[in-house]
């Protein structure tokens, strides 16, 4: 294992293209596995809303994540706060731990609610960091990330979802020290961390 794993972020990239963000399926780093962020752009820097990993390509999980908003199976927050940073909740989908909606009633919802889920989705931001780290080391560093910005004060921890199962490293696992980069400002991302 190396000393150190470098995290490099690239982005932002959007679903539908932007005029910021070019489309994800669009990104040369869409066939790889890796560490990701799901932001929202703000004046000083991308405001992150959630981390995840995954061991398919980003484009696979990616569009999995489409597929889910898309149903209203996640939480959906008025776009016009979303955009500032703030959430106003619309809908908390079927994987809130407080109020967990069935399928049967997200499809029921839906009607009510695509086209604030379109405009959401018109709001969010993705960045990329491919890695070769075993399945193990990539949890744990996306574990690391998402306990720095709950911990963070401010807007950077309120933004953040709660309930959201990651998988942090063990006692008796050994410490891996993580630097992460990005050429855009992304707020909270711990510049060095470990895993």
Known sequence: MPDEITISFAGPFSWHGAPDAMPIYDASEVNSAGIYLWT???A???LIYYVGETGRSFGI???QHHEELAAARYHIYSA???ARGEKLG??????DSIDRKT???????????????QEMMLVLRFFLAPTSCEKRIRRRIEAAIAQALYGSPGNV????D????YEPRIKAEQLVACVAISRVPILGLPERFSA
């Open 44 to 46: 000083h820097g991308h």
């Open 40 to 42: 929202v752009p703000l």
């Open 157 to 160: 921890g309120i933004f953040q």
């Open 80 to 82: 016009v706060e979303f």
């Open 61 to 63: 999980r990616l569009r």
């Open 162 to 165: 709660r309930g959201i199962r």
């Open 90 to 95: 619309l809908w908390p989908g079927r994987y």
């Open 103 to 117: 399928d049967e009633d997200c499809a029921e919802k839906l009607p009510a609610i695509s086209q604030q889920i």
